[in-house]
């Protein structure tokens, strides 16, 4: 069975960094497009980032420059490091796996992990 | 980047209705492009990928169309479990993108 689930979120000072982890099980990381994805509270989803399976990242251009997707394969887990936080970066964030044929297009979520940037 | 937009943002129908959800691309996004429901609380559930191919498990009352700039997601007969809020989501392009969502109420 595919799981993902998500851990690091929290309350985090204006200019401060968190690592988020993606754990999953029931597939290897570095078969699939992994993504990021996050809601604002009440807001709708935007897309954050994407590694590939060969390891090319791709980012949204509200995080380019402070945040980096990485993966470990040995953990068969996904990262998000994010630096200089933002009060605009409070979020649930979402692991999501990307489709075999459509690796942009996400067939499992994790159930997001609450970042919150408030001082 | 590919602007998604949504009709309507919000939808009241009855259990029994066939109901259809338009989602408009401002460019081409070809036929890459997912709907998913998502309850308050819970993570998106993928329903329709590739415009048109439904995700294995999702009922058969979901059908997605489309290909271009407009695409359609239509539920034939709602039931009390599909009310909820549905997105639109291309990736076509970087940035990938969502539409602004279309929550469905019972009216």
Redesign the interface.
């Known amino acids: 069975e595919v799981q993902l689930v998500e851990s690091g979120g929290g309350l985090i000072q204006p200019g401060g960094s968190l690592r988020l982890s993606c754990a999953a099980s029931g597939f290897t990381v570095n078969s699939n497009y992994m993504s990021w994805v996050r809601q604002a509270p009440g807001k709708g989803l935007e897309w954050v980032s994407i590694i590939y399976s060969g390891g090319s990242a791709y980012y949204a251009d509200s995080v380019k420059g402070r945040f980096t997707i990485s993966r470990d394969n040995s953990n068969n887990t996904v990262y998000l490091q994010m630096n200089s936080l933002r009060v605009e970066d409070t979020a649930v964030y979402y692991c999501a796996r990307g489709l075999i044929t459509s690796g942009g297009l996400f067939d499992y979520w994790g159930q997001g992990t609450l970042v919150t940037v408030s001082s | 980047d590919i602007q998604m937009t949504q009709s309507p943002s919000t939808l009241s129908a009855s259990v029994g209705d066939r109901v259809t959800i338009t989602c408009r691309a401002s460019q081409s996004a070809s036929n890459?492009?997912?709907w998913?429901q998502?309850k308050p609380g819970k993570?998106?559930?993928?329903l329709i990928?590739?415009a048109s191919s439904l995700?294995s498990g999702v009922p058969s009352r979901f059908s997605g169309s489309g290909s271009g700039t407009e695409f359609t997601l239509t539920i034939s007969s709602l039931q009390p479990d599909d009310f909820a809020t549905y997105?639109c989501?291309q990736?076509y392009s970087?940035?990938?993108?969502?539409?602004?969502?279309t929550k469905l109420e019972i009216k």
Request: hydrophobic share 25%.
């Open positions: 890459w492009l997912a998913y998502q993570a998106p559930k993928l990928y590739r995700e997105y989501q990736c970087y940035p990938y993108t969502f539409g602004q969502g």
